[in-house]
């Protein structure tokens, strides 16, 4: 069973940066695990933000967030982060940091069902 906690939300103006950190505990070793970032505003689905492999080779965001967001990891620290630059209104939601178990070290994956572990969220508000 992995735990995931999530830090570093908050309220920013426009344009700001924030950077969150997800850091993983339990269950097998973090480098087993490809990760996620994922946001939900208030009476919206949960939405995919961005991934990266095991690996850290590859990542992937969603088109909203490209050139703005950047995902990384450190394996020594157990810790996947989310830098957010030029923060915008609309990026104003509650970030999840999710882990699955996967084989291949350069996997990612996008969608929510594909994630088996999930931290309890942090608050990001972007004012106008």
């Known amino acids: 069973q992995v735990q995931l906690v999530e830090s570093g939300g908050g309220l920013v103006q426009t344009g700001g940066s924030l950077r969150l950190s997800c850091a993983a505990s339990?269950?097998?070793?973090?480098?087993?695990?490809?990760m996620g970032w994922f946001r939900q505003a208030p009476g919206e689905e949960r939405e995919f933000v961005a991934t990266?492999?095991?690996?850290?080779?590859?990542?992937n965001y969603v088109d909203s967030v490209k050139g703005r967001f950047t995902i990384s990891r450190d394996n020594a620290k157990n810790t996947v982060y989310l830098q957010m630059n030029s923060l915008k209104p609309e990026d104003t939601a509650v970030y999840y940091c999710a882990a699955t178990y996967v084989i291949g070290v350069n996997d990612y994956y996008i969608r929510v069902g594909s994630y088996k572990y999930w931290g309890q969220g942090t608050q990001v508000t972007v004012s106008s």
């Open positions: 339990g269950g097998q070793t973090f480098t087993m695990y490809a």
């Open positions: 990266i492999s095991r690996s850290g080779s590859n990542t």
